[in-house]
Each structure stands twice: as structure tokens, then as C-alpha cells.
């Protein structure tokens, strides 16, 4: 075992989704140097756990990963990785994150905490079930908005919440449009959820789901609060972006069928980098300049 297969049985590249955790003091407009170093500590931490319950996920879904065209390379699936080892890496990330969680602070370490028993429930039990398993999946947002909020110390809109869940159950389709497609192409079930699910449920659900998260996104723009806070009426022009970001990632979809890892796309699509980027810093212009 090398040190890049520890690499990608710690998901490595599935951090970027922790980055919720920065968005709260984001959009406060308190992203600075003094709180700066504690919200990259709680990333970490954060990070930490999040590997610790996929290491813990793959070990129990081996015997499935191996059925899959892209998961049967994981390490444990491919023998790369011993059981054994893994939980201990499991149980050593694990062990850190909550240290470190508990010298964050209290709601830090209890969100971090909150985390790991959904998710150790999800991976034993609620995966089985559709619906129920893209819902754990959004929730699981949700928990990195309200740790970042807790490091920053900011309150967190209900339009903010709303919008991360209405996007992660999005991104989350796109996983199962994924297995549906395997399931199709190939006869192999790489889960049991995927039965409550169909390619036309799915198309359907993920049209409705993009509509609502613009529109949300809309309305955020434009409500007093946020208004207000910014001291600029035009923070709307960013709907711009959003509207972008949600038709690539339909093209993708729908098109060209390629939705199975959502953070890839984010990290590989030139389109999706360019249009992500474009909103950055269109909104961080606004909001701090």
C-alpha cells in the first residue's frame, strides 16, 4: 500500500464539497484573517471525519463496488486495502476530527457529531431506501452550513439553507441518474435504492428541483436582508451564474449523461470551473469591495 492509495481511500478529492463550511462567514462578510485560520481548521477537521465515514461507507459496500465500472478500482474493493488497515485509518481520522472539533467548540464538535451518526446510519441502513437516502445525503449540507456559521460566529439565512438543500438533493439525483444508467447498460444494481427510482422520475425531479433552486436563489437576491447588508441592489446580476451553473450541469446530465461524481465535474469541467469562478467573484466583489 502506497501512499496514493491512502489518498483515494480518504476521498481526498470529495473536500471540496466541506467548503460549505466557509460560505456562512462568506456571505456575513466576515471572511477575514481573524477567523480565517479557525475556518481552515475546522475544513480539516471536518475533512477528517468526512473521509473517516467514507473509508467506513466503502469497507460495508465492497462487495457492490465491485460490480461498478468506476468503484470496482477503489482500494478495498480492489484488494489494495485491507480491511483491517482501513479501520484503523478510519478510527485514527476519526479520533482527530473530534479532538480537534472539541477545541473548535462546543456546537462545532456536537455538529461534527451529528454528522457521524447520520451518516453511520446512512452507510448501515437509510442507503436502502430512495428518497431517504438523497435527503440524508442534503442534510448533510446543511450540517457543514451550521458548523461554518458556529467557527464564524454568524447567523445563517433561512434562504441560504433552503438554497444548499435544494442543490445537493440535485446533485444527488444526478448520482442515483448515474446508477440507473449502469443498471440499464449493464443489468448490474449497484444499490438497492436505485429500484424507487427511474431515468423518467429522475429527468423529471431534477428539471423541478433546478427551476426551484433559481428561483430561490432569485429571491435570495433580492430580499431587503440581504440588501441591506450588502448596501448593493444589483447583488441579482449573480442569478446570472446560478442560472448557468444549473443548465451545464442539466446539459451534463441529460446530454451527455455524465453526473455520477458531481464533485469531478466541479473539479474537472472547464465550463462548470469557469462559471463557479465568474460567481465568486462577482458576488465577492459586491460584497467586499
Known amino acids: 500500500m ?3 492509495e491512502i489518498i483515494k481511500l480518504c476521498r481526498v478529492h470529495q473536500w471540496v464539497k466541506n467548503g460549505f463550511i466557509f460560505l456562512p462567514a462568506f456571505f456575513a462578510q466576515a471572511l477575514n484573517t481573524d477567523n480565517a485560520i479557525t475556518l481552515f481548521f475546522g475544513f480539516l477537521c471536518f475533512s477528517f471525519l468526512a473521509s473517516s465515514v467514507y473509508i467506513f461507507n466503502d469497507i460495508i459496500d465492497a462487495p457492490d463496488d465491485r460490480l461498478h465500472n468506476e468503484k470496482k478500482d477503489r ?3 480492489a484488494g ?3 480491511v483491517t488497515t482501513a479501520y484503523g485509518i478510519s478510527a485514527l481520522l476519526l479520533a482527530t476530527s473530534l479532538a480537534g472539533a472539541f477545541m473548535i467548540g462546543k456546537l462545532f464538535l456536537i455538529a461534527c457529531v451529528i454528522y457521524l451518526i447520520q451518516n453511520l446510519l446512512y452507510s448501515t441502513w437509510l442507503k436502502k431506501f430512495a428518497l431517504i437516502d ?3 445525503i442534503s442534510l448533510g449540507f446543511l ?3 451550521f458548523a461554518g456559521g458556529v467557527i464564524a460566529d454568524v447567523p445563517i439565512s433561512n434562504w441560504m439553507y433552503i438554497m444548499a438543500f435544494l442543490l445537493a438533493m440535485l446533485l444527488a439525483l444526478g448520482k442515483r441518474r448515474d446508477d440507473l444508467l449502469i443498471l440499464k447498460n449493464e443489468g448490474t444494481e449497484v444499490r ?3 429500484r424507487g427510482y427511474s ?3 429522475v429527468n423529471i425531479i431534477s428539471v423541478m428541483l433546478s427551476a426551484i433552486t433559481v428561483v430561490a436563489y432569485i429571491m435570495y437576491t433580492l430580499s431587503p436582508e440581504v440588501i441591506a447588508r450588502v448596501g448593493n441592489s444589483h447583488v441579482y446580476v449573480t442569478s446570472l451564474f446560478v442560472f448557468l451553473g444549473v443548465l451545464r450541469y442539466l446539459q451534463l446530465a441529460l446530454v451527455y449523461e455524465n453526473t455520477g461524481s458531481p464533485t469531478l465535474i466541479l473539479l474537472k469541467d472547464n465550463p462548470t470551473r469557469l462559471i463557479v469562478l465568474a460567481w465568486l467573484l462577482t458576488f465577492g466583489y459586491l460584497l467586499y469591495f
Open 2 to 4: 502506497n501512499f496514493s
Open 143 to 145: 450540517i457543514r452550513l
Open 80 to 82: 489494495k486495502v485491507s
Open 199 to 201: 431515468l423518467e422520475f
Open 75 to 77: 482500494p478495498i474493493a
Open 192 to 194: 438497492k435504492a436505485v
Open 134 to 136: 438523497i435527503t440524508i
